[in-house]
């Protein structure tokens, strides 16, 4: 079965500073997705960035990017130019089978 | 475009008792899934339904159930509560079910007392 490993439960960053969270994943598959969820205190959850894993590229979405190393399991978010409203709950996710197996999530405070 | 929508936000009930969710997609969204996010076990897959037929179940006991009606919309069921079946309950919808990502509801929050 596939699961998903975040190791950090909580993070914090300073607004403007850049910061990143770990998630490593185990497969035998070799074609799925994988998928970062952030989930604010209003509860709902919002895709934050999602890679495809035929794509050598690493996926972008503005101050978002990740770090994606298919051999090492390994499918790391980058968060530069911290802003408050970043302050949530996140998520990685893999997707198998038509369900999304999900990490522990990762608790990300941002100072001001 | 509308969101997922799911009613209601909050729902009080006893031991014993059976409740019913509701989940309403995405317009153009065929696909539902249902997850069970609770602070012990975290995000848990309940059940996904594509077409009015159920497609994809989780490790959840019978009580756990649900259908999908010929709009997409889908209801979840709990019978016979435990108080265990505490939890946000997330639902989540998808134009198909190949790469396009899941787009989720606000959730709905079932207390069992």
């Known amino acids: 079965a596939q699961t998903v490993t975040q190791s950090q439960p909580e993070m914090s960053v300073q607004e403007a500073e850049t910061v990143t969270l770990s998630c490593t994943y185990d497969t035998s598959e070799s074609d799925y997705y994988l998928f970062w969820y952030k989930q604010p205190p209003s509860r709902q959850m919002i895709l934050v960035i999602r890679?495809?894993?035929?794509?050598?590229q690493n996926a972008t979405e503005n101050r978002f990017s990740v770090n994606f190393q298919k051999a090492a399991k390994s499918f790391s978010l980058k968060i530069s130019d911290s802003q408050l409203g970043d302050a949530a709950m996140y998520f990685c996710a893999y997707r198998s089978a038509n369900k999304l197996v999900f990490g522990a999530g990762t608790i990300l405070r941002v100072k001001s | 475009k509308a969101g997922v929508t799911q009613t209601p936000r909050y729902l009080i009930k006893t031991r014993g008792q059976q409740v019913t969710l509701s989940c309403s997609p995405i317009?153009?969204?065929?696909?539902v899934s249902w997850y069970q996010q609770t602070p012990g076990q975290g995000l848990q897959f309940l059940f996904e339904y594509f077409s009015e037929t159920q497609r994809n179940k989780g490790n959840f006991p019978g009580r756990f159930s649900g259908r999908q009606f010929s709009n997409s919309r889908s209801e979840m069921n709990v019978s016979t509560l435990e108080l265990g079946d505490s939890a946000l309950y997330l639902c989540?919808?998808?134009?198909?079910?190949?790469?396009?990502?899941?787009?989720f509801g606000n959730g709905t929050r079932l207390t069992v007392t």
């Open positions: 890679q495809e894993a035929y794509k050598q």
């Open positions: 317009s153009g969204h065929r696909s």
């Open positions: 989540a919808s998808r134009k198909d079910r190949g790469p396009s990502p899941l787009h």
